[in-house]
C-alpha cells in the first residue's frame, strides 16, 4: 500500500536523494525546503512517515519535531543529520520531554533510505 513519506530539509541535494531512492517503492515522496513549510504539508497531508533535518535556516529539527509531536505523537520521524553532536542538548532534552524520534546520520545511502522506509512504514502499520 502506498504511503505518504515526508521529507523536510533545507538542501535540494538530500531532498532529490530521499526522491531517488523512494521512487520505485510506490510511495508518494513529498518535500519540503524549511520547519514551517514541512509542518504546512504535515497538516495537510498527513504523512506515514517524517525524515527530518536538525539544522535548517529560521526553525530548527527539534522545533519542527515538538510541532509534529503536537499534532501527531504516533508518525515515525527520523532526524537525518550530520550535526548530531552539535545539537546533542536539545535532542536529549526532547527525548526526556518524551518526543519520540530515530536518528540517521549524514550521509545517508539510497539503500539506506529505502531500508529505513519500508522498516518504519511496516512497524507504523503493525503498532496503528
Known sequence: MAQRVLVIDDEATVRRAFELALEDTGHEVLTAASGQEGIESFDQDRPAL?????????MGGVEVLRA????????????????????FDELRIAAQEGLDFELLQKP?????????????????????
Open 50 to 58: 517524517v525524515f527530518l533535518d536538525l539544522k535548517m535556516p529560521g
Open 108 to 128: 545517508v545511502g539510497l539503500d539506506q533510505i529505502a531500508e529505513v522506509t519500508h522498516g518504519a512504514l511496516i512497524g507504523a502499520t503493525e503498532a496503528r
Open 68 to 87: 509534529i509531536r503536537q499534532r501527531d505523537p504516533q508518525v515515525p520521524v527520523y532526524i537525518v543529520t550530520a550535526f548530531y553532536r552539535e545539537f
